[in-house]
C-alpha cells in the first residue's frame, strides 16, 4: 500500500467505509444492505455502485476482479482514517491545539466513566514517554 497522502472521504464515503469496515470485505450487495440498515429512504444500487467506483479512482477503497460479483475493501483502516480526520480537523479548526480540541470535545457531549479512565490511560502513557 502507498505511503502517499489519500483524500479526506465525504460523509457519504464515510458512510460506505464504515460499512467495510464492518464487514470486512464487501460486495456492491453488501455495502447496500448495510447502508441501508435503519434508514427510512433507502440508497440504490447503482449509488452504491458509483460511489465505490469514485472511491475506487480516488484511491479509499480496492477492487478485487478476480472474483464476481467484485469484492472492495478499504485502503485505510478505521483507525487511520480517524487520524487522518482528526488531523486535518486539528489544523483547521484548533490551529494545532490539540488541548483546545480535547477541551472542545470533552465539553460538547459528557464522556462515560469508562472514557475517561481509558482517557486518563492514554494521558498517563503519554506523560510516562516524555519523563
Known sequence: MSHRKLPRPTDTELEI???????????????LKTVNQGRPAEVGYTTILKMLQVMTSKGLVERDETQRPQVYRARLTREQTQRQLVSNLLERAFGGSAKHLVMQALSTQAASDKEL???????????????
Not at 17 to 31: D, F, M, Q, Y
Not at 117 to 131: V, Y
Open 17 to 31: 467505509l464504515r460499512a467495510i469496515w464492518s464487514n470486512g470485505s464487501c460486495t456492491v450487495r453488501e455495502v
Open 117 to 131: 479512565e481509558q482517557i486518563e490511560k492514554l494521558l498517563d502513557k503519554i506523560g510516562g514517554r516524555k519523563s
